[in-house]
T-cell receptor, first 114, second 113 residues
Framework: GDSVTQTEGLVTLTKGLPVMLNCTYQ??????LFWYVQHLNEAPKLLLK?????KRTEHQGFYATLHKSSSSFHLQKSSVQLSDSALYFC?????????????FGLGTTLQVQP | DPKIIQKPKYLVAVTGSEKILICEQY?????MYWYRQSAKKPLEFMFS???????DNQTASSRFQPQSSKKNHLDLQITALKPDDSATYFC????????????FGAGTRLSVL
């Protein structure tokens, strides 16, 4: 079945450094990938969604590129800020993508230190 | 203003009891969902509804019953509660057929003692 694998656990970085959070997926359908961010005690919010193969999508300084050849949709930012500290989920839309049924990875906690 | 309202924010229940989690969305979306977030587990899809009809059910237990009295309401009734049901339950909505981005409510954190 469809699945999503993320960098697990905690990633700790100093403010201003670059970050990459890994996300790979398995699906037999054409993939639609998402990154959601969840700050402490808040709802998950959409950060990015994938576009066409090998096309980069960006939002709020974060960016990701869908690579079907490697089944990946890694999240990157060139310079992290304290406010980026949160839990990040990669998610795959199941099936044809025409549904809100998503398969989520376990999530990666990003902790940014001063 | 929150566009997806979930009530209550926190809920404590005793084993064997029954609770109803409330969700209303004011985004004008045509589909609503329930997801569960348990410790050490990914966000897990439970149900999807569109125009008050069940579209998909991934919850094995019949103790979980969604209830839709209006197209922008999707409550979740949980009966015979167990400690393993302790989790944060998120309601979500989307406009299927268009952008189909999933929007989440703030969640109800349920603790079963």
């Amino acid at each position: 079945g469809d699945s999503v694998t993320q960098t697990e656990g905690l990633v700790t970085l100093t403010k201003g450094l670059p970050v990459m959070l890994n996300c790979t997926y398995q699906t037999t359908y054409s993939p639609f990938l998402f990154w959601y961010v969840q700050h402490l005690n808040e709802a998950p919010k959409l950060l990015l969604k994938s576009s066409t193969d090998n096309k980069r999508t960006e939002h709020q300084g974060f960016y990701a590129t869908l690579h079907k050849s490697s089944s990946s949709f890694h999240l990157q930012k060139s310079s992290v800020q304290l406010s980026d500290s949160a839990l990040y989920f990669c998610a795959l839309s199941e099936g044809t993508g025409n549904t809100g049924k998503l398969i989520f990875g376990l999530g990666t906690t990003l902790q940014v230190q001063p | 203003d929150p566009k997806i309202i979930q009530k209550p924010k926190y809920l404590v229940a005793v084993t064997g009891s029954e609770k109803i989690l409330i969700c209303e969305q004011y985004l004008g979306h045509n589909a609503m969902y329930w997801y569960r977030q348990s410790a050490k587990k990914p966000l897990e899809f439970m149900f999807s509804y569109s125009y008050q009809k069940l579209m998909d059910n991934q919850t094995a237990s019949s103790r979980f019953q969604p209830q839709s009295s209006k197209k922008n309401h999707l409550d979740l009734q949980i009966t015979a509660l167990k400690p393993d049901d302790s989790a944060t339950y998120f309601c979500a909505s989307s406009q299927v057929g268009l952008e189909n981005t999933l929007y989440f409510g703030a969640g109800t954190r349920l603790s079963v003692l």
